[in-house]
């Protein structure tokens, strides 16, 4: 039951966001504010969160320590995309392939020595992964709107499905 349901959601979510990937503009170099990522940093991001849902799936813990802090965007969106697809597919391959005994087992997210959180894998991977994708996908949404890109129906259609 937990891993029908992981795989329900996480197929939503994966399509609602290639969804939102297949808008980019050519021109990712694009920051709303000085602090913010800009749009292809954010789009590189969302591939990150896959990378990591991977990890959740393949390995007992993360270690932040261990990768670098921020990875260098990718340049052009047909890369985002290829590199989404990959990370797709290799994720439902791999859901494919559990079962709830792994989903049950304990994950760590951890930063060195310091233990960050721990908790079954199947939660770490709705709330780390899943939950933590459609944060960043929400950003994109936001910057789509700002450049006045039509932004796709995400839980039901958008103001610009609607019009």
């Known amino acids: 039951m937990v891993k029908q349901l992981m795989i329900g959601d996480a197929t939503q979510e994966w399509a609602?966001?290639?969804?939102?990937?297949e808008r980019?503009?050519?021109?990712?170099?694009?920051r709303p504010h000085e602090k913010s990522m800009t749009l292809g940093g954010l789009a590189t991001h969302?591939?990150?969160?896959?990378?990591?849902q991977i990890a959740?799936?393949?390995?007992?813990?993360?270690?932040?320590?261990?990768?670098?802090?921020?990875?260098?965007p990718l340049e052009k969106c047909a890369?985002?995309?290829?590199?989404?697809?990959?990370?797709?597919?290799?994720?439902?391959?791999?859901?494919?392939e559990c079962d709830e005994k792994m989903l049950g087992e304990e994950w760590t997210l951890r930063h060195g020595?310091?233990?960050?959180?721990?908790?079954p894998r199947a939660i770490a991977f709705r709330t780390f992964g899943?939950?933590?994708?459609?944060?960043?996908?929400?950003q994109l949404g936001v910057y789509l709107r700002l450049l006045d890109i039509p932004v796709p129906g995400i839980y039901g259609p958008s103001a610009d499905e609607e019009a």
């Open 16 to 21: 609602s966001t290639r969804r939102m990937l």
């Open 24 to 30: 980019l503009p050519d021109e990712l170099t694009w």
């Open 46 to 52: 969302l591939i990150n969160l896959l990378n990591w």
């Open 56 to 72: 959740i799936l393949q390995y007992q813990e993360f270690d932040l320590s261990t990768v670098p802090l921020r990875r260098e």
């Open 79 to 96: 890369d985002i995309l290829g590199e989404f697809e990959a990370n797709v597919g290799k994720l439902e391959k791999i859901l494919a």
């Open 113 to 119: 020595d310091h233990i960050i959180r721990r908790e």
């Open 130 to 138: 899943l939950s933590h994708m459609i944060h960043h996908r929400a």
